[in-house]
């Protein structure tokens, strides 16, 4: 049992065939994951039989932008289903599993949004969770009417502004609102429901909402901003946030900063669950699971790692650059600096081509991948529970649904040995599950 009793979050991020470039033509992966309901019950019944916290889906609204002969060899980011339709499906095949969803402020309005989680929420028990982003990419401001997204200060703003709104919807009909009384011949109360009436700076909205108060209060407000707006809208209104750290120092930090923050919005840090992503490869031995690890590195298309590079590198042109020459200087780009910095040192090091270099970042992208045995995964997540660095991880299955398998059958009974993980749901929802508060409407506060 580590520090203070506490036990592990655990999440799981869903990328259709799984979050390694190259899943969709290994065999492990359902290779028409994106549009297959039945891989995708498979795959949460499976998450539920181990436990887990919630399963979260992605999006975005548009196909990625990329060079189209790189895109054509992609499984990603290209063409799946719309999440919370998808969701609403899989709330009917499981019972406790929490069920998370991406939704952008910045191309929606809140009273289609604070309707969807709403509904989810009734149709699944109490299970839904919101992940509130403010979008990346162009290509979705094109498909809204706009030529160019939002500057980041103004998403953020509106994000902000749409999170009040969302709540205060939520916030319509009281819990108890509803008589449903045939002898009185009351069908609700009137004293019970509330009109927003909101004017604000990016929306007006009148309300109330046409969806009774969720059966969780609010669905769970999931978030993943990492810049300054970023840190600050989460430690405001997030309830858990994914983050992708690359050491157990990152983690700590960022553990600590958010948390910290929370005090001044009248909030405990125990109000938002950190949840780093992890990307387990497992299997019975060390070699075993490297081995592992290899051929799905070896599956990588080259065009595919260059168009990676390029990205991660602060979409920087390699066009003019053969796969087998060395990284070029680059001059300044956009990208995080201390990224470029650390792949130029790293490929200046060990003298590296564009070809070594993009297949070490392509086969990572952004992600803490461990490879190992369940008791070397076990043991660095304990590690990490135990100094501070974490609430819990989200775990980002390599290949699916192979690489889930192995964390179910094979991480899972470990971490239940040492006692840092449930072996039984100790509720229904998805706040139960993850140890959050109800909250009291506005109200009736
Ligand atoms: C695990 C994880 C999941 C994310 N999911 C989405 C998503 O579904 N859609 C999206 O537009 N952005 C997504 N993001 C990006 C974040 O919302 C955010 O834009 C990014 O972390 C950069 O932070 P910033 O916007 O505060 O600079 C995700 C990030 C992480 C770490």
């Known amino acids: 049992m580590p520090k203070g009793g506490r036990q592990l979050r655990l999440g799981v991020f869903f990328n259709p065939t799984g979050h390694h470039v190259a899943s969709w033509k290994h065999s492990g992966a359902q290779i028409d994951a ?4 039945q891989h995708y019950v498979d795959i949460t019944q499976t998450a539920e039989r181990g436990k887990m916290d919630m399963v979260f889906f992605q999006d975005s609204v548009a196909v990625r932008r990329a060079n189209i002969e790189a895109l054509s060899r992609s499984a990603q980011y290209i063409a799946n289903f719309e999440p919370i339709t998808l969701l609403s499906a899989l ?18 309005e809140p009273f289609h949004v604070a309707r969807k989680f709403a509904s989810l929420d009734h149709i699944s028990g109490g299970r839904a969770g919101w992940n509130l982003v403010t979008s990346v990419q162009d290509a979705e401001a094109q498909n809204f ?19 009040e709104v969302v709540k205060g919807l939520w916030d319509s009909w009281d ?39 969720p059966i969780q209060g609010h669905p769970v407000i999931v978030q993943a901003g990492a810049s300054e707006a970023g840190i600050e809208l989460a430690a405001e209104t997030a309830e858990a946030v994914f983050c992708s750290p690359n050491s157990i120092e990152v983690a700590q930090a960022y553990y600590a900063d958010l948390k910290g923050r929370t005090e001044k919005f009248g909030r405990t840090p125990d109000d938002v669950k950190v949840l780093p ?72 090091e060990e003298n590296l081509t564009i070809r070594e270099l993009a297949m070490r970042v392509a086969g990572a992208r952004g992600k803490l991948v461990m490879t190992g045995t369940p008791s070397h995964i076990a043991d660095f997540m304990e590690d990490w529970l135990s100094n501070d660095a974490t609430d819990g991880f989200n775990i980002l299955p390599s290949v699916l649904p192979a690489s889930l398998n192995d964390f179910v059958d094979l991480v899972i009974p470990e971490l239940q040995r040492r006692d840092l993980f449930r072996t039984e749901y100790q509720g229904s929802t998805l706040r139960d599950n993850l140890g959050l508060k109800r909250p009291v409407s506005r109200y009736n506060s």
Do not use: C, W
């Open 145 to 163: 009417g706009r030529e160019t997204h939002f500057s980041h200060a103004e998403r953020y703003e509106r994000a902000r502004e749409f999170a």
């Open 91 to 108: 709330a009917m095949v499981t019972k406790n599993i929490g069920l998370t969803a991406t939704a952008s402020t910045s191309y929606n």
């Open 175 to 213: 819990d108890d609102a509803f008589l449903r009384d045939v002898k009185s011949g009351l069908y609700f109360d009137k004293e019970k429901l509330h009109t927003l009436d909101h004017k604000g700076k990016h929306f007006s909205v009148k309300g109330p909402l046409n969806v009774p108060r």
């Open 277 to 348: 992503g992890l990307s387990p490869v497992v299997a019975s031995t060390m070699s075993e699971a490297e081995e592992k690890f290899d051929e799905m590195q070896s599956m990588i298309d080259p065009i595919v790692a260059k168009e990676i590079l390029a990205t991660v590198l602060g979409y920087v042109d390699l066009s003019g650059y053969d796969l087998d020459d060395p990284v070029p200087e680059l001059g300044e780009t956009n990208a995080s600096k201390s990224t470029v910095a650390e792949l130029t040192t790293m490929a200046k």
């Open 34 to 37: 994106g549009i297959n309901l």
